[in-house]
Structure formats: structure tokens, C-alpha cells
């Protein structure tokens, strides 16, 4: 394997972390076949470079914190990468329980007093609807939009 591309790897994941099949589809793109991906993904795990529970925290944290992103979506994320269930566990434990309620409960009221104008029940359906996309779980968006409606934001 040549220095030049594990070089280029190493900048590759020094610059944000990455899955393993992220470096994977990388090293292909360089040329790399067969055992000299593995060679060079064992290199850079031993040179820490890629370590996936440091990438399942990572990508956890930042999609919960910049993206808003629920649990749903971050789990399916994190599959999509193909990191382990372990890792995965550790990524997921990123993710404080108060902290996202209040997230859920501040983009649930936001949502729904966009939508004043929609009668009652296309509010309801309007805001579940976004919040299922943005992956949050369906009995908590529930239980807070009946809160709200009760409140009537």
C-alpha cells in the first residue's frame, strides 16, 4: 500500500471522524481493493485516527444538537454507517433525556403556532407529521401536543 494514500486517508479522517464505511468507500475511490483496505483501516485505528464510539458519539450529539434530529433518526443514521450495536449504545448515551424533551416540547410549540391559521386537527396532523420526520417517537409527540392543544397555544 502506498504512504501517499494513507496519507490522504489520514487527512480524510482527521478532518471530521468518520464511519468505517465511510473510509471504506474512500479508500475504493483511491484505488485500494481487497486486504489493503482492511491493512489501511487497521493503520488508522491503531494510529487513532477512525474509532467508531468516538464517531457514534460524535454524529449522535451534533445531529441531536445542530439538526435537531430525534432518537429515530439518529439510531437509523448510525445503522446506515453500519456501526455496531455497542457503539451505538455509547452514541445514543450522547443524547440527555431532559434536554431532549425540552427540545421536543420547544419545536412541538413552534411548529404548531406556525400552523394558527389550519384547524384543529390538521395542526395536530401537520406538527406529528413533522416531528415523525425530524425522528422523534410518536408517543411522545403525542402526549405533548395534547398538552399543548389543552394549553391552547
Known amino acids: 500500500m502506498q504512504t501517499s494514500i494513507l496519507l490522504k486517508l489520514r487527512h480524510y ?3 471530521q471522524e468518520r464511519s468505517h464505511s ?3 468507500t474512500k479508500s475504493l475511490e483511491l484505488g485500494l481493493r481487497g486486504d489493503e483496505i482492511d491493512e489501511a483501516i487497521a493503520a488508522l485505528i491503531a494510529d487513532n485516527f477512525l474509532n467508531e464510539e468516538r464517531f457514534a458519539r460524535a454524529y449522535a450529539g451534533g445531529k441531536f444538537r445542530s439538526q435537531k434530529w430525534g432518537r429515530k433518526k ?4 448510525l445503522k446506515q454507517h453500519q456501526v455496531s ?8 448515551q450522547e443524547i440527555d433525556d431532559e434536554v431532549y424533551m425540552d427540545v421536543l416540547q420547544s419545536l412541538t410549540e ?3 403556532a406556525s400552523l ?11 406538527t406529528t407529521q413533522y416531528l415523525l420526520q425530524k ?6 409527540i403525542s402526549e405533548i401536543i395534547k398538552q399543548i392543544a389543552k394549553e391552547g397555544l
Open 116 to 126: 394558527k391559521g389550519e384547524q384543529y386537527l390538521k395542526r395536530q396532523y401537520k
Open 135 to 140: 425522528g422523534y417517537e410518536p408517543d411522545l
Open 110 to 112: 413552534k411548529k404548531y
Open 13 to 15: 479522517c482527521a478532518y
Open 85 to 92: 450495536a455497542y457503539c451505538i449504545k455509547k452514541g445514543m
Open 74 to 77: 439518529i439510531l437509523a443514521g
Open 22 to 24: 465511510e473510509v471504506k
